[in-house]
């Protein structure tokens, strides 16, 4: 006879908070069963708890409890105590998904012994549980039979539409008497019996039961419902975070050390070029979020339109690509290469392997869970390529970790179990949708072991530490040893960040099945954070990853803002402190403002705006007050992040552009002077020119340093107790490899053709020139910067060559058609004819009498303006204006330039000075095209020149770089 084996049970201890909130329930039923008003109570419950959140007469109770934090065994304990103080007996639980459905079951199997022990004196000392799933409509039948305290689990997709089975006439009668009580009439189906039945519907995770069919289904359940989730539905229609019941929110889940730390790793691809990593909708414009080598680390960087995206200008900027000056689209490539596949993979079990050493010695079974697309074939199939990756790099790591361990030690035993009799790897498991119903044997009991059986996961005895699945784990399943999270698919964009990583937030467990909480590590934080460390790998197409999870902690917090007046301060630190008024107003008057921990901003209406000083830590720290006052001060401001709802500002309408009556003539003679219906002519290239060409491409282009693609490796620590301060993210280099890349020329050269609008046999002759040296070293060392750099060495030649090809031709005197318009005898220009934004004079500046323009400055940058407002007067300009669109035609497009000015003359002459200004440090810095239209255009002004040269009329062009003095540019026309 095999001896009995004890089977293992989780370790529950009592938690405050989960008490707290437990009590905050029953305290709301039992003002309810005392036939109070709905409003009312919950009105007297948020006025009593400082709730700042909507009541309305939905009949939902809200329960926000952060992930990590135990949702699920403290609604289970709500069952116990709605029974054992009002008698309630039927409840439903409502999970959107199959692995939270699983995850319910197995929590409610769980905590059975547990609670049974907890209500041993009551009469209702466990919940019968039926899961209704695949259709057993028998579970259901029981459920509606038992006269215990009993539990129906089941998703909404299994009555939100009429085919449902549950929505089906029924087979035949259910005589339950409970079904009578109210309607004598046979029940339809067996929905409406459960209806019937008048059960406590609990909700887990209400942001996804949104939807017209599940509304609709759902009514004729008329008790009142729980809702318990980390996040509570926000699109217009939906039942929004309302009547709360109790709430332990983001900021407070990290400070109070009931979840993980988390260490956020970015495996980046380095390139010495820009890369578009994504595109952002900030207000009305699209920003493009781009990453640059800087000094060997990846340096990111906000692009709006004109913005220089590797050298070009960004002409526009849509959903999901960039436009740039020459036409060319960049795309967001959220796809992640093989290369970066196989780092990112390769990084997760080097840092596994770091940590799962020092776990195990304190008797802690490490998980790692890896994302993937949702490709299954990636996994599964002949061709696995995730898997086929996972196992090479693993069994590299492995061999190396195997060398160095002590063979007697228990860790090496350990590891001994990772291969089976066959010499199979057997750490890692994985479960996809797709997998119901999979005949393999072995990916059954994967997938069993995944999502049924959690505590053989967690034991030393199963080899099982890495989890692979798609988003169908993002929410509900969990398991408290996850210490690494990699995510291997840049998909799932618009979940939450902290619903991505959630899965490995909560405090890991021990071989017995208790929790290291601050408690049991006897209150040491370090130790804390220690053993309770979330690492996550994510790529550098995971843009603002770190901040994005900084940012939902902070908005699922209740904070003050960061701006604010001091009735909103005094109100905060009474709701948050419970302090009484005289010790707010001293806390207010005398600390937060004589102190200068929060200094005045702005006056707005006659109120006072406030906000945090920047020295607001290094200040409270010298101040001498109790603990309780410094931890309700430190409370207050957990976030400098924006104010989520703003009063919007009635928007102007942009005025007409008025002329000055006085500078009217002298701008009309200067605009009709350059103003001409020119066009370019080209001279073809000789053989030899078109030889000393290539020669001049070859000879750039093997001068060009390839470099080398680099896999690099960035550590991201959040700080959560000075989160959203300066320095609550840090960041550290861990890691660089190097990647040699295959070149498929053909494309190649296809590529270089489309991209520099030239024939292909003209890129053969190019790519022919080059050496074969630098063919077979330099290009493979990363074949697309080559090809950028190329491509631009190519573009870059031909417009020097059209530069010396190009003349202007057909100024004959005529000009383009009339842009002066007139108003009741007054002269204007279309609004937005001369620059993009629009700026009412209100102040003096320096030329401002020489300005041609009356009431508004039209520009197109900051630095356009700046002119305009801080050059100084000079005697010799007569006049002074931003010029309308002059459209000149060039090989590059349509070129049109700034500014232009009327410069007295001793001789008798007209002299007019059109300027081109550009913000950049030198010449040199402006982009190729940008700096060959403006070539092209200096051709254009020669000809105007020219053209005048008897006439009296002297047109000068200059460009204007940075802060070159205007007076320098007026004296060298």
């Known amino acids: 006879m095999k001896p009995k084996t004890e089977t293992k049970q989780f370790q529950y201890e009592i938690q405050s908070y989960q008490e707290d909130c437990v009590k905050n329930i029953i305290s709301l039923f039992e003002s309810l069963r005392q036939k109070a008003n709905f409003g009312d109570v919950l009105t007297a419950h948020h006025k009593k708890n400082k709730y700042n959140f909507p009541v309305q007469d939905t009949k939902n109770i809200d329960i926000m409890m952060e992930t990590g934090t135990g949702k699920t065994f403290t609604f289970i304990k709500t069952i116990f105590e709605l029974s054992k103080n009002f008698g309630y007996k039927k409840f439903i639980v409502l999970i959107p998904t199959v692995p939270i459905r699983e995850g319910t079951k197995s929590n409610l199997e769980d905590t059975k012994d547990y609670f049974k022990s907890f209500y041993a004196n009551e009469k209702e000392k466990e919940i019968e549980t039926f899961v209704y799933e695949g259709g057993n409509i028998s579970a259901v039948r029981q459920f509606i039979g038992t006269s215990h305290l009993s539990v129906l689990v089941m998703t909404p997709s299994s009555f939100s539409h009429k085919d449902n089975i549950l929505n089906r006439p029924l087979e035949k009668e259910i005589n339950t008497p409970e079904l009578f009580v109210k309607n004598q009439e046979p029940p339809k189906s067996y929905l409406e019996c459960l209806k019937r039945l008048n059960p406590i519907v609990i909700m887990d995770e209400p942001h996804r039961f949104e939807g017209n069919a599940f509304k609709t289904y759902f009514e004729g359940f008329e008790n009142y419902f729980l809702r318990f989730g980390a996040t509570f539905p926000k699109k217009k229609d939906s039942l929004v975070l309302s009547n709360v019941a109790y709430v332990l929110d983001s900021i407070s889940s990290f400070r109070q050390n009931l979840v993980k730390?988390?260490?956020?790793?970015?495996?980046?691809?380095?390139?010495?070029?820009?890369?578009?990593?994504?595109?952002?909708?900030?207000?009305?414009?699209?920003?493009?979020?781009?990453?640059?080598?800087?000094n060997g680390i990846i340096a990111r960087r906000e692009l709006s339109v004109g913005g220089v995206f590797n050298g070009k200008?960004?002409?526009?900027?849509?959903?999901?690509?960039?436009?740039?000056?020459?036409?060319?689209?960049?795309?967001?490539?959220?796809?992640?290469?093989?290369?970066?596949?196989?780092?990112?993979?390769?990084?997760?079990?080097?840092?596994?392997?770091?940590?799962e050493k020092t776990l195990f010695e304190q008797d802690v079974k490490s998980l790692t869970l890896f994302f993937m697309e949702s490709d299954t074939s990636l996994f599964r199939g002949d061709n696995p390529k995730v898997k086929t990756i996972f196992e090479e790099e693993y069994k590299k790591q492995y061999t190396e970790l195997?060398?160095?361990?002590?063979?007697?030690?228990?860790?090496?035993?350990?590891?001994?179990?990772?291969?089976?009799?066959?010499?199979?790897?057997?750490?890692?498991?994985?479960?996809?949708s797709g997998d119901k119903g999979n005949a393999d044997e072995k990916v059954k009991a994967g997938v069993d072991e995944i999502l049924k059986d959690k505590k053989k996961l967690l034991s030393f005895k199963s080899p099982s530490r890495f989890i692979f699945s798609i988003w169908a784990l993002q929410e509900g399943w969990d398991n408290p040893n996850v210490f690494t999270i990699c995510k291997l698919s840049n998909q799932g964009s618009e979940i939450s960040k902290l619903q991505q990583i959630g899965r490995g937030l909560r405090i890991c467990v021990n071989q017995n099945l208790q929790r290291y909480t601050l408690k049991?590590?006897?209150?040491?934080?370090?130790?804390?954070?220690?053993?309770?460390?979330?690492?996550?790998?994510?790529?550098?197409?995971?843009?603002?990853?770190?901040?994005?999870?900084?940012?939902?902690?902070?908005?699922?917090?209740?904070?003050?803002s960061e701006t604010f007046t001091e009735q909103e301060l005094i109100k905060t630190l009474k709701e948050k402190s419970g302090f009484d008024d005289d010790t707010i107003i001293t806390?207010?008057?005398?600390?937060?403002?004589?102190?200068?921990?929060?200094?005045?901003?702005?006056?707005?209406?006659g109120q006072k705006i406030y906000e945090k000083s920047p020295e607001f830590s290094a200040i409270l720290k010298e101040q001498n007050l109790p603990e309780e006052q410094v931890k309700a001060i430190e409370s207050l401001f957990?976030?400098?992040?924006?104010?989520?709802?703003?009063?919007?500002?009635?928007?102007?309408?942009?005025?007409?552009?008025?002329?000055?009556?006085?500078?009217?003539?002298?701008?009309?003679?200067?605009?009709?002077?350059?103003?001409?219906n020119a066009f370019y002519v080209l001279e073809t290239l000789t053989e030899e020119q078109e030889t000393q060409l290539i020669q001049n491409i070859k000879a750039q282009i093997e001068a060009v340093n390839i470099e080398e693609i680099l896999l690099q490796t960035i550590r991201a620590e959040l700080n959560v107790n000075i989160i959203g301060e300066q320095g609550a993210i840090t960041e550290r280099l861990t890691d660089t490899v190097s990647y040699k890349s295959k070149v498929d020329y053909l494309e190649l050269v296809r590529t270089l053709s489309n991209s520099t609008k030239t024939p292909i046999s003209f890129v053969v002759k190019v790519f022919n020139a080059l050496s074969d040296d630098f063919k077979t070293k330099m290009l493979c060392n990363n074949p697309e910067q080559a090809q950028r750099e190329i491509s631009e060495i190519i573009n870059k030649n031909l417009i020097a060559m059209l530069k010396a090809n190009i003349k202007y031709d057909g100024i004959n005197g005529k000009g383009l058609p009339n842009v002066f318009k007139t108003e009741q005898g007054k002269t204007y220009l279309d609004t937005g004819s001369i620059g993009k934004f629009q700026k009412e004079i209100s102040g003096d500046f320096s030329l401002k009498t020489k300005w041609v323009f009356e009431e508004v400055i039209e520009y197109d940058s900051d630095f356009e303006l700046e002119i305009?407002?801080?050059d100084p007067d000079i005697d010799s300009i007569e006049i002074f204006g931003k010029l309308p669109r002059l459209n000149i035609q060039t090989p590059l497009g349509k070129y049109n330039p700034d500014f232009c000015y009327a410069i007295k003359s001793t001789g008798g002459n007209k002299i007019f000075l059109v300027v081109e200004a550009k913000g950049y440090k030198s010449s040199t810095a402006i982009p190729v095209d940008e700096k060959g239209k403006i070539d092209f255009a200096k051709k254009y002004f020669e000809a105007l020149g020219e053209y005048y040269k008897d006439q009296n009329i002297k047109v000068s062009f200059k460009e204007r770089i940075n802060k070159t003095q205007l007076a320098a540019l007026i004296n060298n026309v």
């Open 313 to 355: 200008s960004i002409k526009k900027i849509l959903k999901h690509n960039i436009v740039l000056t020459d036409d060319t689209i960049e795309k967001v490539d959220y796809s992640l290469s093989e290369e970066s596949l196989r780092a990112m993979i390769k990084e997760t079990i080097k840092i596994h392997f770091e940590k």
């Open 261 to 294: 730390k988390i260490v956020v790793y970015t495996q980046d691809v380095i390139e010495n070029t820009d890369t578009l990593i994504g595109i952002e909708k900030v207000g009305s414009k699209n920003i493009a979020h781009v990453s640059t080598l800087t």
């Open 520 to 560: 049991n590590l006897n209150d040491n934080q370090e130790d804390f954070w220690k053993i309770n460390n979330l690492d996550v790998v994510v790529s550098s197409k995971e843009q603002g990853f770190v901040e994005a999870i900084q940012n939902e902690i902070l908005s699922n917090s209740f904070l003050i």
């Open 587 to 605: 806390l207010v008057d005398d600390v937060l403002k004589d102190q200068k921990m929060i200094v005045r901003k702005a006056i707005v209406d």
């Open 402 to 432: 195997i060398s160095r361990l002590d063979q007697t030690s228990d860790y090496y035993k350990f590891l001994q179990n990772d291969y089976d009799s066959d010499n199979t790897l057997q750490v890692h498991k994985g479960y996809f």
């Open 638 to 676: 957990a976030t400098d992040t924006k104010t989520y709802v703003q009063k919007a500002e009635k928007k102007k309408e942009k005025k007409k552009v008025f002329i000055k009556a006085t500078h009217l003539q002298e701008f009309q003679n200067l605009w009709n002077a350059i103003n001409k």
């Open 868 to 870: 305009v407002e801080q």
